[in-house]
């Protein structure tokens, strides 16, 4: 049995991402930015300008998670955060 999570991110990696629009930070440095690119049903998708056929795939609970983190300082370096590679 498949869960229904499970299916909604499937479709949305199936989505074809050859016409989206890539938005970055005014500024940034084309070799080397974050770029997001807004899907439908607020889902997003996100890649590195270094290596762009890597994208990760949000669904809109996904984001507005995150976006509520980082509204809330989840995520600001003062809060005892170590590199992934330390932990």
Do not use: C, I
Request: glycine share 6%.
């Amino acid at each position: 049995m498949s869960h229904p999570a499970g299916t909604a991110k499937a479709a949305l990696y199936a989505l074809d991402l050859s016409t989206v629009v890539w938005l970055a930070a005014p500024g940034s440095d084309p070799a080397d930015r974050l770029e997001v690119a807004f899907l439908p049903e607020g889902a997003v998708a996100l890649r590195h300008s270094a290596n762009p056929d890597t994208v990760l795939r949000y669904d809109a609970q996904e984001w507005k998670a995150f976006l509520l983190g980082l509204a809330d300082g989840e995520f600001d370096a003062d809060m005892g955060l170590v590199p992934a590679s330390a932990a």
